[in-house]
C-alpha cells in the first residue's frame, strides 16, 4: 500500500487550521475566502480559489477531508504532486465559476421577481447588503 502523499497531507492540514483557527481571526479568516456573490459588497477575486479552504461546519469539513484523503492519495500518487495540485485547483476554481454561474441566472430570476413585485433598486440593494430578504409587512 502507498503512503499518503505530502500534498494531501499539507492540504489538510491547511484546512484544519483555517477551520479551527481560534477567535475573531478565525472568524475574520473565513469571513474573508468564504465565496460570495458577485454584486455582494464582500466578494472579492481571490474568493473563487479561497473558499476551497472555508468549510460551513464540522460535519462538512470531515467529509471534504475525507473525500480528499481517499481520492486526493490515489490521484496524487499516479500523477505527482505538481499535477494533482493543478488538478485541485482548476477544479476547484471551475467549480466556483459554476456555482456562480448557476446562482447568477437564478437570482436574476429573482431579482426580476422582486421588481415586478414593486420592490425598488434601493431596497434591493439593502436587502443584497443585509444579505437576507425581509418583505415589511
Excluded at 30 to 53: G, K
Excluded at 92 to 120: C, D, H, M, P, W
Amino acid at each position: 500500500m502507498n503512503k499518503t502523499p505530502n500534498l494531501v497531507l499539507t492540504l489538510i492540514a491547511i484546512n484544519l487550521v483555517i477551520f479551527f483557527f481560534p477567535g475573531d481571526v478565525g472568524r475574520w479568516l473565513n469571513h474573508v475566502i468564504a465565496l460570495y456573490f458577485p454584486e455582494h459588497n464582500n466578494f472579492r477575486i481571490w474568493q473563487l480559489v479561497s473558499y476551497m479552504f472555508a468549510h460551513g461546519g464540522i460535519s462538512h469539513l470531515m467529509l471534504n477531508m475525507y473525500t480528499l484523503y481517499v481520492f486526493g492519495s490515489v490521484l496524487e500518487n499516479i500523477w505527482g504532486g505538481r499535477k494533482f495540485l493543478a488538478y485541485y485547483l482548476l477544479t476547484g476554481f471551475g467549480g466556483a465559476v459554476l456555482y456562480t454561474l448557476v446562482n447568477n441566472y437564478n437570482f436574476t430570476n429573482i431579482v426580476n421577481e422582486l421588481y415586478a413585485a414593486g420592490i425598488s433598486t434601493a431596497e434591493y440593494r439593502g436587502m443584497l447588503s443585509a444579505s437576507q430578504f425581509r418583505p415589511q409587512s
